[in-house]
Antibody, heavy 123, light 108 residues
Framework: QVTLRESGPALVKPTQTLTLTCTFSGFSLNTNDMCVSWIRQPPGKALEWLARVDWDDDKYYSTSLKTRLTISKDTSKNQVVLTMTNMDPVDTATYYC???????????????WGQGTLVTVSS | SSELTQDPAVSVALGQTVRITCQGDSLRSYYASWYQQKPGQAPVLVIYAKNNRPSGIPDRFSVSTSGNTASLTITGAQAEDEADYYCNSRDSSGNQLVFGGGTKLTVL
């Protein structure tokens, strides 16, 4: 049974750094073609892909946020951590982590999602 | 701005067929995946690539691609299909993943 759970602060102040942790079970990030992505959704708005870490420790970031994001994995703890610097009120959103599978015949799919964590940026 | 474009809203009569489209140049090279999101819930993968459906997703959901457009078709829409639908694929560079702006489906 695959599960993912996001954790982190519900409230951050502008200019602060956000650190979110995704704790997962039911799969290993040591397995070929297995990845974890972070995705966010501002209230009432669309999903936005942020970053992905792959089984081989390759990392990919959204072009628009690349300078502010860092993703890392700890396979011994089954965790993926995302940090986002210089937080702004427009970064207020629900942040999801999702298991991401890669397949040569289909590309990348987000097949399991956490329930999401709402992060509000306000002074 | 998203590299994948979706119509903001679509409606369908109960039991009828509806198509939700996703346009983008990258779809000429890469498959799309589709996600259903109901209010207050996390998205759920419903279908991807060539009609690959996860366990538990009914076969009334199907996909097709033509040129730069990927389409999600629901044949015989049910009340429980009312939701937001998002497409996802790689961007033109192939290195990143991008979502469409989402389509709100109303079942009348």
């Amino acid at each position: 049974q695959v599960t993912l759970r996001e954790s982190g602060p519900a409230l951050v102040k502008p200019t602060q750094t956000l650190t979110l942790t995704c704790t997962f079970s039911g799969f290993s990030l040591n397995t070929n073609d297995m990845c974890v992505s972070w995705i966010r959704q501002p209230p009432g708005k669309a999903l936005e892909w942020l970053a992905r870490v792959d089984w081989d420790d390759d990392k990919y970031y959204s072009t628009s946020l690349k300078t502010r994001l860092t993703i890392s994995k700890d396979t011994s703890k089954n965790q993926v951590v995302l940090t986002m610097t210089n937080m702004d009120p427009v970064d207020t959103a629900t942040y999801y982590c999702a298991r991401t599978r890669r397949g040569y015949s289909y590309g990348y799919v987000f097949d399991f999602w956490g329930q999401g964590t709402l992060v509000t940026v306000s002074s | 701005s998203s590299e994948l474009t979706q119509d903001p809203a679509v409606s369908v009569a109960l039991g009828q067929t509806v198509r939700i489209t996703c346009q983008g140049d990258s779809l000429r090279s890469y498959y799309a995946s589709w996600y259903q999101q109901k209010p207050g819930q996390a998205p759920v993968l419903v279908i991807y690539a060539k009609n690959n459906r996860p366990s538990g997703i009914p076969d009334r959901f199907s996909v097709s691609t033509s040129g730069n457009t990927a389409s999600l078709t629901i044949t015989g829409a049910q009340a429980e299909d009312e939701a937001d639908y998002y497409c996802n694929s790689r961007d033109s560079s192939g290195n990143q993943l991008v979502f469409g702006g989402g389509t709100k489906l109303t079942v009348l």
